[in-house]
Nanobody
Framework: QVRLVESGGGLVQPGESLRLSCAAS????????MGWYRQAPGKERELVAF???????NYADSVKGRFTISRDNAKNTGYLQMNSLKPEDTAVYYC????????????????WGQGTQVTVSS
């Protein structure tokens, strides 16, 4: 059982940074993979990044080199550090927990945050 609460979204200028947080409750946070998705208006939800229970990470090409996913198991919290933000990063961002990783492909778990809006002005 995992419940997720997201925070950290907001309005920023291009080139600026934000850090999203995903606070979790539940015994399985520390042993399962988690990921971040985003959904822009009129677009499908896309996987941005994920991190395994062992700390290995993977990123979508569109954010590679700019975003960093991390987790602090002692705090039951996952993070997405977003640097050099671009207008095309504008979306609602969702964290996902209790995922699985097979050959570095992320399979979403059943637990989702409520979403947090990230807006990057042009």
């Amino acid at each position: 059982q995992v419940r997720l609460v997201e925070s950290g979204g907001g309005l920023v200028q291009p080139g600026e940074s934000l850090r999203l947080s995903c606070a979790a409750s539940g015994r399985f946070f520390s042993i399962a993979a988690m990921g971040w998705y985003r959904q822009a208006p009129g677009k499908e939800r896309e996987l941005v990044a994920f991190i395994t229970s062992g700390g290995r990470t993977n990123y979508a090409d569109s954010v590679k080199g700019r975003f960093t996913i991390s987790r602090d198991n002692a705090k039951n919290t996952g993070y997405l550090q977003m640097n050099s933000l671009k207008p095309e990063d504008t979306a609602v961002y969702y964290c996902n927990a209790d995922g699985a990783v097979v050959l570095m492909n992320y399979r979403a778990g059943d637990y989702w945050g409520q979403g947090t809006q990230v807006t990057v002005s042009s």
